[in-house]
C-alpha cells in the first residue's frame, strides 16, 4: 500500500522542503506568490477579535469556511 503525499509550498526562506522529499517521498511544488505583509499568527488574531481586516488577506471561500465550522473563535 502506497501513500501519495502532494505538498505545495510558498518560497518560504526558512522552510526546508526537501526534508519532505527524502523523508516522506513527497512530491512538492512551489508557488511563486509576493510576500504578503502579516502573519498567519496577525491574521488568526484579526479573525478570533472578529475584525474584518483579514479579509484583505483570506479567499471568500476561506473566511467561509473558517465561518462555518467557528474556527480562531473566542
Known amino acids: 500500500l502506497g501513500i501519495w503525499v502532494f ?3 510558498l518560497d518560504y526562506p526558512l522552510i526546508y522542503f526537501e526534508e ?4 516522506y ?3 512538492v511544488s512551489f508557488i511563486m506568490t509576493p510576500p504578503i505583509p ?4 496577525e491574521i488568526r488574531e484579526m479573525l478570533k ?6 479579509k484583505k488577506y483570506l479567499h471568500p471561500d476561506v ?12
Do not use: H, P
Open 20 to 23: 519532505y522529499e527524502e523523508k
Open 63 to 74: 473566511i467561509g469556511f473558517i465561518g462555518e465550522k467557528g474556527l480562531y473563535a473566542e
Open 7 to 9: 505538498f505545495i509550498g
Open 25 to 27: 517521498g513527497a512530491r
Open 38 to 41: 502579516v502573519s498567519s499568527t
Open 49 to 54: 477579535n472578529g475584525s474584518d481586516s483579514a
